[in-house]
């Protein structure tokens, strides 16, 4: 009797594009690729936030996970309008990505920031500066404010899914906190890539194909250990529309919506509170 064949096991014979954004696969589940439409958004946003970076206290980004940033000063910016001169519809219509973009650039200054940093610290204690400085910043959140126009309760409609929506009320009902995993990391178990998959309403998914391009692998091993796995804390709050004396409606008691809150912004509210 022979001996049994042996399956060779597939391996990559092509590298992916490298990429100059360390973080990018905290934010997109894409592979990086050069002329991808957010390469030259995340760019204005780089530049825009390097030209305030002395206004945010950069530990306090670090610690928190987030970074407030004023929407009317984004649109007043003369930079960042001409590079995206949509920037408004495109923030309106898909926030999820613009908001990616947002938390990405600023990833990006922090984390050329603090290489900087620490190569000066090297120089400093006469360590050999061949190898650059390792340094792993978390996912950061944008978290956009000032944003109009306000939409009251009762406006509030299904074309409304997916889009940027800012709402004023006052919060009645808080809920416990628990924690939701918003992205799994997953290796493939032909090529061993790995890649961060959303989870949407943290619902167990896998991934449909591998994304390294000669890589037509269907099967992966979730990594929860991973740094490309997020889990975050989570919390529910209901907030009740705000009516003025003259805009009362006779029998009509008012509207409330469940709006999810993660990471920072939970247990930042109270019922009482006005929450816009």
């Known amino acids: 009797f022979g001996t ?9 014979t092509r590298l992916d594009q490298v990429s100059q954004y360390k973080g ?3 934010y997109f589940s894409e592979g990086y690729s050069e ?28 610690r928190k996970g987030s970074i407030m940033v004023d929407y009317k000063d984004l649109l007043q910016d003369k930079n960042l309008s001409d590079a995206i001169p949509d920037f408004a519809a495109e923030f309106r219509d898909m926030p999820e990505k613009i908001l990616d973009c947002l938390g990405m650039a600023i990833h990006q ?19 050999p500066s061949g190898a650059p400085p390792i340094v792993n910043m978390p996912y950061i959140h944008a978290r956009v404010y000032n944003y109009e126009p306000l939409t009251p309760l009762k406006n509030l409609r299904a074309n409304f899914y997916g889009k940027y929506v800012a709402l004023r009320g006052t919060v009645v009902r808080v809920s416990n906190i628990k924690p939701l995993c918003t992205k799994m990391a997953f290796t493939c178990n032909t ?22 391009p000669e890589c037509r692998s269907r099967s992966f091993t ?33 509207r409330t919506i469940e709006c999810e809150l993660s990471q920072d912004l939970v247990d930042s509210s109270v019922p009482g509170d006005m929450v816009s």
């Not at 090529?191 to 390294?212: A, E, H, V």
């Open 24 to 26: 990018w696969k905290l």
């Open 4 to 12: 049994p064949a042996i399956r060779p096991r597939m391996t990559q």
């Open 191 to 212: 090529c061993g890539d790995t890649q961060s998959f959303p989870l949407p309403d943290g619902k167990f998914m896998t991934p449909n194909k591998c994304l390294q």
């Open 222 to 254: 979730p990594n929860r250990s991973s740094p490309l796995t997020l889990t975050v804390d989570w919390q529910t709050i209901k907030v009740q529309e705000l009516i003025l004396d003259d805009q009362r409606e006779a029998g009509r008691i008012p």
């Open 109 to 127: 200054v922090l984390t050329k920031d603090l290489e900087t940093h620490a190569a000066e610290l090297q120089q400093q204690a006469g360590l």
């Open 35 to 62: 002329s991808s439409p957010y390469v030259q958004k995340i760019r204005a946003f780089e530049n825009y936030f390097m030209n305030r970076i002395d206004l945010y206290d950069k530990d306090e980004i670090e």
